[in-house]
């Protein structure tokens, strides 16, 4: 099992920054990536970013430029990933939801955080 706690959600105005972070503990050996994605009421939940336990990243193309995201595993039990958003636009609106992906052998696993919410006002 693996726990996921996102914090650093909040109200901001356009153009402004906000840096999200989760928190990963438990079975964080089994992770070989983690990330970030979004979803608005009525819409699928989307990808932001990830990253691989190798460090590389895969980024939406409406966040390129903008956000950045790291991790931070050099800690025995505890992971961080880390999500950087800058010049944020209302479109960002959203609840932002951590996300870890890994394998137990040859059975993949998956967790989500509870999410924080993100609010950009015009």
């Known amino acids: 099992q693996v726990q996921l706690v996102e914090s650093g959600g909040g109200l901001v105005q356009a153009g402004g920054s906000l840096r999200l972070s989760c928190a990963a503990s438990g079975n964080i050996f089994t992770i070989n990536s983690m990330g970030w994605y979004r979803q608005v009421p009525g819409k699928p939940r989307e990808l932001v970013a990830t990253?691989?336990?190798?460090?590389?990243?895969?980024?939406?193309d409406s966040v390129k430029g903008r956000f950045a995201i790291s991790r931070d595993n050099a800690k025995n039990t505890v992971a961080t990933v880390a999500l950087q958003m800058d010049n944020l636009k209302p479109e960002d609106t959203a609840v932002y939801y951590c996300?870890?992906?890994?394998?137990?052998?040859?059975?993949?696993?998956?967790?989500w955080g509870k999410g924080t919410l993100v609010t950009v006002s015009s």
């Open positions: 990253i691989a336990r190798d460090s590389s990243t895969n980024y939406a």
């Open positions: 996300n870890s992906r890994g394998a137990v052998g040859f059975v993949p696993v998956e967790y």
